[in-house]
């Protein structure tokens, strides 16, 4: 079936580098992305989103860009911080419910 | 404001058991959902409902999970009985069209079947 897939399982940064998650998709009807952040113990917090009407969008020091071409979607994070420490999740949405992949870890070293 | 709200936050319960899940959907929020996480499969949906109406439920793993919506503000997931490889972490989540359709999680209930 098609899925939402993740490129690296784990990143590790150097705290005030910038960070690139990356994430691709496969269903070519899904027509909304978004990014959670999860922290150990807690639920997926929503990061940002997009729609597939556009490629890039700006948040609070993250930026997601998609491609559509090539079914692909990342998050950057600028100036990483220790608080960015988290699981992220990509997921797409063809409907109603959220199809989601399997993460991201993201370590943040001093 | 008040995001979703689930409980028992963490449960251990003995094979067997029946354990019912709770969750109050945001304030507004006509669309539920039902997640549930584990290391081997990530997060995978259970059901939805919309406007108290289950709409999926293929996402349910067999006849020992059931899940109910009798109002706007409330719902369950029970699983009776329940088995070992039922341990995961149950998410509750709600959306509304009226605000973009994003989808807001609670906390989770972290469930441990031995």
């Known amino acids: 079936g098609e899925s939402v897939g993740l490129h690296l399982p784990t990143l590790s940064v150097q705290e005030g580098d910038n960070s690139i998650i990356n994430c691709a998709y496969s269903n070519s009807a899904s027509d909304y992305f978004i990014w959670y952040k999860q922290e150990s113990g807690k639920g997926p917090q929503f990061i940002i989103d997009?729609?597939?009407?556009?490629d890039k969008r700006q948040g609070q020091r993250v930026t997601v860009l998609l491609n559509k071409t090539v079914k692909h979607l990342s998050l950057q994070i600028a100036a990483t911080q220790p608080g960015d420490s988290a699981v992220y999740f990509c997921?797409?949405?063809?409907?109603?419910?959220?199809?989601f992949g399997k993460g991201t870890s993201l370590l943040v070293t001093p | 404001d008040a995001g979703v709200i689930q409980s028992p936050r963490h449960e251990v319960t003995e094979m067997g058991q029946e354990v019912t899940l709770r969750c109050k959907p945001i304030s507004g929020h006509n669309s539920l959902f039902w997640y549930r996480q584990t290391m081997m499969r990530g997060l995978e949906l259970l059901i939805y409902?919309?406007?108290?109406?289950?709409?999926?439920d293929s996402g349910m793993p067999e006849d020992r999970f059931s899940a109910k919506m009798p109002n706007a503000s409330f719902s369950t997931l029970k699983i009776q009985p329940s088995e070992p490889r039922d341990s995961a972490v149950y998410f509750c989540a709600s959306s509304s069209h009226h605000s973009g359709n994003t989808i807001y999680f609670g906390e989770g209930s972290w469930l441990t079947v031995v």
């Open positions: 997921a797409d949405r063809a409907g109603y419910a959220l199809n």
């Open positions: 997009i729609r597939s009407n556009m």
């Open positions: 409902f919309n406007n108290n109406v289950p709409i999926d």
